[in-house]
Nanobody
Framework: QVQLVESGGGLVQPGGSLRLSCAAS????????MGWFRQAPGKEREFVAA????????YYAESVKGRFTISRDKAKNTAALQMNSLKPEDTAVYYC????????????????WGQGTQVHVSS
């Protein structure tokens, strides 16, 4: 089974930054496209960002373009989401996910999910 472990969540003031990390096995990081989703209280889970297996292709939700950056480090078996200029609307549980390609992630159909990490943006 594919195991994904998120870390780096916490409480931050509006305008601040956080960097989330997703740890996976060497095999997982090599063969899957990876992405991040989030779910705010009482809301549906939504797509945030994704990166291809090669690390060359990326896609972002319109709400986070210019503020969030997704990347992957195959040498360390991790994927990261750098979040800058955070807004209260970014408050949610953030989930790491993997899929066969960017399309599966963009469509909300990943193969595996992590357990999530809480991000709270408030004054």
């Amino acid at each position: 089974q594919v195991q994904l472990v998120e870390s780096g969540g916490g409480l931050v003031q509006p305008g601040g930054s956080l960097r989330l990390s997703c740890a996976a096995s060497e095999r997982t990081i090599k063969i899957y496209a990876m992405g991040w989703f989030r779910q705010a209280p009482g809301k549906e889970r939504e797509f945030v960002a994704a990166v291809s297996r090669s690390g060359l292709g990326t896609y972002y939700a319109e709400s986070v373009k210019g503020r969030f950056t997704i990347s992957r480090d195959k040498a360390k078996n991790t994927a990261a989401l750098q979040m800058n200029s955070l807004k209260p609307e970014d408050t949610a549980v953030y989930y790491c996910a993997v899929g066969d390609g960017l399309g599966d992630l963009e469509d909300g159909s990943p193969s595996y999910w992590g357990q999530g990490t809480q991000v709270h943006v408030s004054s």
